[in-house]
Every structure is written in structure tokens, then in C-alpha cells.
């Protein structure tokens, strides 16, 4: 073999031009009525989880946007009280400590000042697995990045509005998706 026909060569060029392919797949489900209960409370319980995280989220924007006003109200210019101020929002590991310390007892409630969303802890998590939440607080951090990243610009398309709590869909198209 010629030195252009090599096989060393022909490895080097499939290298180049090696890329992953990544599928997904979407199914319909036929569960048995037992099964429809727990996939319910699988979405249930992810859409609860959403509404949390979202809920405390929103309670630190709040605690935020009191302190710029409390600011500017004393005289300091806006948008230098905008950059000063600083109140982190949590994110799912904060989060995921929090419900880890008050699932289960609706007697304990050191909920964040002015959260909103679920009123109560879940007293049903050992029901559902462990996924269905971690997955609704990625979604719910996602959300939350990518209101940020519009407002600021760093993200191309549309404008994404405020992140909104989760309705309960119609009862013949609940859906979740759990990520592993």
C-alpha cells in the first residue's frame, strides 16, 4: 500500500470527523390502573417539588428586590444599590437539604420569609422515588437560568417571561420527565 492509502491515514481522518450520536425516544404507556396511580404520583410529586424550589427561588428574588428598595428609598442611586445587593438564590442542593430536613412533618416550617407555592411538606416522599424530585429542582434551576440569561441577554430568541408554578395538567395528559 501506497503511503495516501495507509491505514494510519485512514484512522487519522475517521477521528476528524467522529461525533456522538445521542437518541432519545418517546413511548406511550398502557399501565394497569395501579400503575397509573404511581406514575400520577410520580408527576405529582415532581410537580410539587417544581413549585417548591420555584417557591423558595422567588422568596429570594423577593428578599432581594425589598432590599434595593429599601436602599433607594434612603437615597442611594438604583442601579448602583442593584449591583451592591446580594442574596443568593438557592439551588437544587440547597434545596434538596432543605426538604431532606422538613419532608414528612408538617409541624416544622422554617420556610423562607415570603415563600410561596406547596403550604406543606410532602408526607408522601418514601411513595415516589428520590428522582422525580431531583429532577423537578434541575428543571426548576433551568428555568431560573434561563429567565436570568434572557434578562441579561445571554440568551438567544425570545424574551423568557418570570418562571411560573406548575398547574396540574388535564387528567388524561399528566406528564414528567425523570432523568438519571
Not at 398547574?167 to 425523570?178: D, H, N
Request: proline share 7%; aromatic share 8%.
Amino acid at each position: 500500500m501506497g503511503a495516501a492509502g495507509s491505514r494510519g491515514e485512514w484512522r487519522k481522518a475517521v477521528d476528524l470527523v467522529q461525533t456522538d450520536v445521542l437518541r432519545a425516544f418517546r413511548f406511550t404507556l398502557d399501565p394497569t390502573r395501579a400503575q397509573q396511580g404511581d406514575l400520577l404520583r410520580h408527576a405529582g410529586a415532581a410537580r410539587w417539588a417544581f413549585d417548591h424550589a420555584l417557591g423558595m427561588k422567588i422568596a429570594a428574588h423577593q428578599q432581594w428586590r425589598d432590599q434595593v428598595q429599601a436602599l433607594v428609598d434612603s437615597g442611594v442611586e438604583e442601579s448602583e444599590t442593584r449591583k451592591r445587593v446580594r442574596v443568593p438564590v438557592p439551588t437544587k442542593p440547597v434545596i434538596q437539604k432543605h426538604l431532606n430536613q422538613i419532608k414528612g412533618d408538617p409541624e416544622k416550617r422554617p420556610w423562607p420569609e415570603g415563600s410561596i407555592g406547596p403550604a406543606r411538606p410532602c408526607p408522601w416522599w418514601k411513595e415516589v422515588s428520590t428522582y422525580a424530585f431531583q429532577s423537578a429542582f434541575i428543571d426548576a434551576d433551568q428555568a431560573w437560568k434561563n429567565w436570568q440569561d434572557s434578562l441579561a441577554g445571554r440568551r438567544a430568541g425570545r424574551k423568557v417571561g418570570y418562571p411560573a408554578s406548575r398547574r396540574r395538567a388535564a387528567p388524561r395528559t399528566p406528564s414528567a420527565s425523570i432523568t438519571r
